[in-house]
């Protein structure tokens, strides 16, 4: 869920309390898992309603989650087992015992055993461990401070125990400031506006003559409560003001020890002994949204006129548009992503003469398709064309510099492999990871011009990686290889700015990201070990285990507010999951893939919306909140088990390798305009070069040649790539001078400049980005 729509979650938790509806609070809560309410869960457990207690708990953890949910369920549990043998109810201590404490008997047999052998005595008492155990109201107190000091330290807990610092009725307030700029759109506003319903936008009716009053003397929802006007739930509500704290960089990723611990929280195993020591618990500081602009109060009129923009995109939060479902047509577009959405459709198929390794479609130009196989070459399809701009096979631009490691295991086998080829943020540099040593960075300048711009010797072994990022509004690249180090180089120059050393295998991927303005590194090993790097040289912040335990890449959604993974383990088991950031923890797991997969899964994402993976010699689709397969393809056969596959941008074309060292583009129906545009166009260009050669009317080159003639010497011809730069493709014209020249020896043909008078008279034609002109020839084309 985006930052924006977990905050409006709060907007409503406010409303709602404010309105006192309060079991509807607690059930939000519970269900979006944003806030857990303290005050809540101790009257809860104060009056012993143990189901209640278990369903708001299980919002937000579960049992086997990790050893302090597990203690803080025993606990719970063990209490309300307790009660019912203090009570003499032996049937409904039995029924606690197998339905509720069982579970734990596979953690602890022993303890289960001891838990089982109370039922025996007639005094539980007689237990030495439970001796000090009062009546049942000391003993839930007791109990509860235990409770209190494990949720504090559980890290699932973290950024929960505190609501932000709210203005009171802040979300009626923010549809006051939207209804007051509907009413300065209107076209005849009235100085009265009825507003009857919040369904539709405002819109006054007809005019009366009368000028709109300012909106801080005429307030449309009614007038906007001062400060307390919608009075708190009590001294112990949950929406009491709170200090903004300083948000941790990746939240519950971090693995920083806190700024404060916890000496009375046991998080070792879980016992009979009642809880002692009752200290006082200490808060962790959560991460809030950021609050640091004032609410817009009612009647300020000097906000009034600065909201330019699209309703529900507020100046307070600079983030994407696309976050608020409700305000958004690009919102309402998502919301009606459809099957027909994904490419499905084979539109080209590419023979590449060896097997892809990794492809990337670049970042604006929509059909060019870069290629890396796996024996070293590199390929710049244009997939509108079917033309292959670019083939280059493998080789060290400088072999002298590299290192002796490299020279002497190039020697010994000089078979290189591409792990990953990928293009820059901006489409003008793009980088090749070998499976041996050294990474190559290009330039590209349209077309099929590209340069070498760096070469890096980067890493002992296999380059197993290689993206590209700004940590310091400078772009870098980042590498990983086998020597179990991730790098951090300078794009320009190629300097070596970080090295981040602490994995204890081969580092398998990287993902380069950024939250607000703190930019940090995901990295996955081949032991199963996801770790998080901050460009500071201090070591990891994260040690998590990925599902798979083996080769696992991460990405995120194009809108960066979602994490996945893809991992394949050893034994072929596949796991596609979403991550929640905030705790650090697996939020949903994927499902449709066979036990054994036949390789390595790739994936990618694409339209905030849509999941894809090659397994099974199928291509696979799931909805990102839908854990069920969605649908699969088999691009009209001939995928290999796992193949590989990259969706371009916009997701409307999906590249495919197939087993016979190809590839097929799949598209949707987007997908399929736009290749059909293209066709269209390089059609219309090769007619207009038949034209050129057929009609000297119409030929700038004869045109030029005639006011050269004329004794006219300032008006040359451009030169002849100008007419074939049209469709970026300069091979065709060794047939058109000839032609030219020939229809240029009729003598009877007698040229004369014209006026140009109506635009009919002109055509225009779109040269390719890279052309240089150095004049420009004026042509009468009626």
Not at 250 to 257: K, T
Not at 277 to 287: M, S
Not at 295 to 316: A, Q, W
Request: include cysteine; glycine fraction near 6%.
């Amino acid at each position: 869920m985006s930052s924006l729509s977990r905050e409006l979650v709060f907007l409503i938790l406010q409303f709602l309390d404010e309105e006192k509806f309060k079991e509807t609070v607690h059930k939000l809560e519970q269900e979006s898992g944003f806030y857990f309410n303290m005050k809540y869960f101790e009257d809860e457990v104060h009056n012993g309603n143990w189901d209640n207690v278990e369903r708001y708990l299980s919002g937000f953890t579960k049992v086997d989650d990790n050893r302090y949910s597990m203690k803080i369920f025993f606990e719970i549990r063990k209490q309300k087992y307790l009660e019912a043998l203090d009570k003499h109810d032996r049937a409904k201590a039995v029924e606690i015992l197998v339905k509720d404490l069982k579970v734990f008997a596979s953690f602890n047999e022993e303890l289960f055993k001891e838990i089982t052998q109370l039922l025996t005595l007639e005094n539980f008492r007689e237990n030495e461990q439970l001796s000090k155990y009062g009546d049942t109201k000391s003993a839930r107190t007791i109990m509860l401070v235990e409770l209190k000091k494990l949720i504090e330290a559980n890290p699932l807990f973290r950024d929960k125990l505190q609501l932000p610092n709210l203005k009171s009725s802040r979300l009626r307030t923010l549809i006051n400031q939207s209804l007051n700029w509907q009413h300065q759109l209107c076209k005849n506003p009235r100085p009265n506006p009825d507003i009857k319903t919040l369904f539709v936008d405002h819109s006054c009716g007809q005019p009366n003559g009368a000028l709109a009053p300012s909106p801080a003397n005429s307030p449309l929802l009614g007038s906007i409560p001062k400060a307390g006007g919608f009075p708190p739930l009590g001294a112990h509500g949950p929406f009491q003001p709170a200090p903004a704290p300083v948000p941790t960089p990746l939240a519950g990723w971090m693995s920083n020890p806190p700024a404060v611990t916890h000496p009375a929280v046991s998080g070792g195993a879980i016992g009979l002994n009642t809880p002692t020591n009752p200290g006082i618990a200490i808060l962790k500081h959560p991460r809030t949204p950021p609050t640091a602009n004032p609410s817009f109060e009612y009647g300020d009129s000097d906000h009034v006129p600065k909201r330019t923009r699209p309703l529900g995109i507020s100046n307070e939060v600079n983030l994407p548009v696309n976050i608020l479902p409700v305000s958004n047509p690009q919102n309402h577009n998502q919301a009606m992503c459809t099957l027909e959405d994904l490419p499905k459709t084979v539109a080209r198929t590419l023979s590449q003469g060896s097997n892809p390794m990794s492809m990337d479609f670049h970042p604006i130009q929509q059909t060019i398709l870069l290629v890396g196989t796996n024996v070293g070459d590199i390929a710049l399809w244009d997939v509108g064309s079917r033309e292959r701009l670019i083939l280059k096979n493998f080789k060290v631009w400088e072999i002298g510099s590299c290192s002796m490691s490299l020279q002497a295991s190039l020697v010994k086998d000089p078979a290189v492999s591409v792990n990953r080829i990928i293009w820059s943020p901006d489409g003008s540099l793009f980088g090749v990871a070998y499976s041996r040593h050294i990474v190559q960075i290009f330039s590209y300048h349209g077309a099929d011009d590209i340069r070498q711009h760096l070469e890096i010797d980067a890493h002992t072994g296999s380059v197993n990686d290689i993206a590209f990022a700004h940590p310091n509004k400078q772009l870098s690249i980042i590498t990983c290889g086998d020597d179990k180090t991730i790098k951090v180089w300078d794009a320009t120059s190629g300097t070596k700015q970080h090295t981040f050393e602490g994995h204890e295998s081969p580092v398998y991927s990287v993902c380069p990201h950024h939250k607000e303005n703190i930019q940090f590194i995901f990295s996955t090993a081949l032991d199963g070990k996801i770790k998080a790097w901050l460009y500071d040289n201090l070591g990891s912040r994260v040690d998590y285990d990925a599902p798979g335990h083996w080769c696992t890449t991460m990405a995120y959604s194009a809108d960066g507010s979602r994490l996945f993974s893809c991992g394949t383990s050893k034994e072929g088991e596949t796991f596609i999951v979403e991550w929640n950031e905030s705790e650090g923890a697996v939020k949903r797991t994927y499902q449709g893939f066979r036990k054994h997969s036949l390789g390595v899964v790739q994936f990618d994402t694409t339209r905030n919306r849509f999941l894809a993976a090659g397994d099974e010699f199928l291509i696979k689709f799931w909805d990102m909140d839908n854990t069920s397969l969605l649908t699969t393809i088999d691009a009209d056969g001939g995928l290999p088990a796992s193949p590989r596959i990259r969706f371009n941008k916009e997701g409307t074309l999906l590249a495919v390798s197939t087993h016979d060292n190809g590839i097929k583009i799949l598209a949707n129906s987007d997908g399929l305009r736009l290749l059909r545009t293209l066709e269209n166009r390089s059609f219309d260009i090769s007619r207009t070069v038949s034209e050129t050669v057929t009609k000297p009317i119409i030929s700038p080159l004869s045109a030029a040649a005639v006011a050269t003639t004329s004794g006219i010497t300032d008006r040359t011809a451009p030169p002849p790539m100008a007419i074939a730069g049209m469709s970026g493709d300069c091979r065709n014209l060794v047939d058109v001078k000839p032609k030219i020249a020939d229809e240029l020896m009729d003598k009877s043909k007698i040229w004369m400049l014209s006026e140009l008078n109506e635009p009919t008279q002109c055509r225009s034609l779109r040269l390719v980005d890279n052309l240089r002109t150095s004049k420009a020839t004026l042509v009468n084309c009626s």
